[in-house]
């Protein structure tokens, strides 16, 4: 029996993670669920936004579906403890390192792109972001100047075996699809994109199969409205990953069709679509659940070892799209019409 940790989170994260877990309970598999309190949620109940009794279940799991974190109440907190920080601690206390963000258009849905549909029926490929380094997680302050102005600063950095661990995991990644991929970095004007390019490039000597470029984040973020279909696999460091993933998401029709999941070097995971907690629908029955229930499946498919029901779950989301819509998609359906929409295509 797999334990899977449920963490709703705030805003909508209840919301849809009701839905996935609906999803996953009607496939009929050995799985048990418990949740806690997180973010927000948990600031609020408990004066930390990842408890110890939250922390201890994320531990004890087999793997974690996680809502969102993200509530304005809390704006005004000092940085330790906002929600976020729920999310880079899990990270960081799970060894997480390496999200994985599929984009892929789904059949049907080229008119909620913003590209052209025949640029858009091109989409489908995997951003592979590094998560425990970079400015997220360096030195990081205010001061002032010596001419009296205040100053905030946040340092950018990795070392070569942080970038060696994520570059094996794009490698892997590539292999197991299309056997192209695309390392995007800064390399033109930041050192730690220099080593980054340096690293990858010696990784690469023990992938042959796999062919390798380099692109500049800019030009990067470019061709994936130009040209998206060019890519397969982008391997790239945690701020630029953060970005051009988001990008993706509105190149395929919605941020609320993008699963993510982010993975320690087991196999074990942590699973999340990729939106945010958006309070200005939660508890309205708005939200999508779609890129939730996505995410299952590949908790399914990573982390359980159960590609069979992780086919299965994507082709009934696939099937739902082609009649039911949510509204940032256009339709009408509310978050629990589109996870019955799910179920009656399983």
């Known amino acids: 029996m797999a334990l899977i940790a449920i963490l709703p989170g705030d805003g909508i994260g209840p919301e849809v ?85 599929p984009a892929k258009l789904f059949p049907g849905l080229e008119d909620a792109s913003a590209l052209r549909p025949e640029v858009a029926r091109t989409i489908d490929l995997l951003i592979v972001r590094e998560l425990n380094g970079d400015v997220y997680f360096g030195e990081k302050g205010m001061r002032t100047t010596a001419a009296g102005l205040r100053q905030g600063y946040d340092l950018m950095s990795y070392d070569e075996g942080e970038v060696a661990r994520i570059a094996v995991a794009g490698f892997e990644a590539a292999r197991r699809r299309g056997g192209r991929l695309c390392s995007v970095d800064k390399a033109n004007v930041l050192e730690t ?37 060019q890519f397969d696999v982008i391997v790239t460091g945690n701020l630029f990953g953060d970005i051009l993933s988001d990008q993706a998401s509105m190149c395929v029709g919605s941020i609320g069709l993008l699963p993510s999941a982010s993975l320690d070097d087991t196999g074990k995971g942590l699973y999340e679509p990729i939106h945010g907690s958006a309070p200005d629908i939660a508890g309205q029955g708005k939200a999508n659940p779609c890129a939730t229930i996505l995410s299952a499946a590949m908790m399914l498919r990573h982390s359980l070892e159960l590609p069979d029901a992780a086919d299965r779950v994507e082709a009934a989301v696939a099937r739902a799209l082609v009649t039911h819509r949510t509204a940032d998609l256009g339709g009408t359906c509310s978050t629990r019409e589109m996870g019955d929409a799910v179920l009656g295509a399983l």
Not at 35 to 59: D, Q, W
Not at 78 to 87: C, F, N, S, V
Not at 91 to 98: I, N
Not at 214 to 228: E, F, G, K, S, W
Request: aromatic letters at 6%; glycine letters at 6%.
């Open 193 to 229: 994109s220099q080593l980054w390019r340096d690293v990858v490039t010696e990784v690469a000597r023990e992938y042959a199969d796999v062919t390798l470029t380099h692109m500049y984040v800019d030009n990067a973020a470019m061709q994936l409205v130009r040209d998206p279909g």
């Open 17 to 101: 993670t009701a839905e996935a877990r609906r999803v996953l309970e009607a496939l009929d598999l050995p799985l048990a669920f418990e949740s806690a309190l997180v973010g927000g949620a948990a600031y609020h109940a408990t004066g930390e936004p990842l408890p110890p009794e939250t922390l201890e279940l994320a531990h004890r799991a087999d793997a974690i579906l996680f809502g969102s974190v993200g509530d304005p109440s809390c704006d005004a907190l000092e940085r330790g403890l906002r929600p976020e920080q729920a999310i880079l601690g899990l990270r960081k206390e799970l060894s997480l390192f390496a999200n994985l963000r």
